[in-house]
Each structure stands twice: as C-alpha cells, then as structure tokens.
C-alpha cells in the first residue's frame, strides 16, 4: 500500500532495489503539452526508407586470399607493440586460422617492436586455433625458415616441436 508521501515519486530500478525520485507536479504538467507536440510532429513527417548495411556484410564477402593479404600488409607496416598486438587480436578473432604467410608476417613485426612474449603467443593462438595436433605440426613445418631465421628466442620453452 502506498504511503500519502510516496504518491508524487516514480520508482526506478537500480539492479534489485526501488530508487525513488521526486518529481514536481508542475514540471511534469510543462513536459506534457511539448512531448504531445513532438510526438504530432513525428506522426505527420514524411517516412523514407534508407538502405540497411549491415555491419559485418564487408568481412563475410571477403575471401581468403584477401583476408590474407590485408593482414599481411598490416603486419608489415606495424610499427609498435600497440598496433601488433590490435592486428592479432583483430586477426584471431576470425572464425579461420589464419594462412602461414601472416603468421611469418607477424613473427617479423614481433621481432621489429622487439617483444618476444608477444612471438610465443602467436604461435600459442596457432595451437588453439587449430584442430588437431597434425595440422599444428604443419604449420610449424612451414614456418620452419622463420623460425630459423628468428633463432631459437623466439619459440616457446616446453614445446615438443622445437627442432
């Protein structure tokens, strides 16, 4: 049962309590004759359909070999840890594993801003991705060379495919 006092408060909820906020009559008397306007106005204005895009449309069009080319000149013209690690987060987040040239191109920017934890990780979202332990393998069969050419600092300790 509501109080007397209580009877010009609207209640707001805020997670699992009741908020109450006081509102003036008069206030409230001012808003409704301009919120009636409004609502006139919007009623009687001519409706155009613009054309819908939706927002993911460019990225499900595109193939993979340009998938592949984007993020490999991405990769190339990274320039600080900052836009490395935004183009793999970006890069990964695609529901495909992503082709070995990226991942050389990536392994290269990770050598130029100099961030070894950043090296490993790739080749652990590699793991991830993947499906199964034989096509891990053959990634890293083909990027046999970069890792050759990066050194050994670059592969993770532990790993069963060093060598």
């Given at each position: ?6 009877a010009h408060k609207s ?153």
């Amino acid at each position: 049962m509501k109080r007397r006092s209580d009877a010009h408060k609207s209640p707001h909820t805020y997670g699992q309590k009741f908020i109450f906020t006081t509102m003036s009559l008069p206030t409230t008397s001012r808003l409704l004759p301009s919120l009636l306007r409004t609502t006139a106005r919007s009623a009687l204005a001519p409706t155009t359909s613009l054309p819908s895009r939706s927002a993911s449309s460019a990225h499900s069009q595109e193939s993979f070999e340009s998938f592949t080319a984007r993020y490999v000149s991405f990769f190339q013209s990274a320039q600080d840890l900052f836009e490395l690690q935004r183009g793999l987060n970006n890069c990964f987040a695609h529901d495909l594993v992503p082709a070995p040239s990226v991942i050389e191109a990536a392994l290269k920017a990770a050598r130029r801003v100099d961030d070894y934890a950043t090296a490993v990780r790739i080749f652990e979202g590699i793991k991830e991705k993947v499906e199964n332990k034989g096509q891990y393998d053959q990634y890293l069969q083909e990027l046999k060379g970069i890792r050759e050419e990066l050194g050994e600092r670059n592969t993770p300790r532990g790993a069963a495919w060093v060598g």
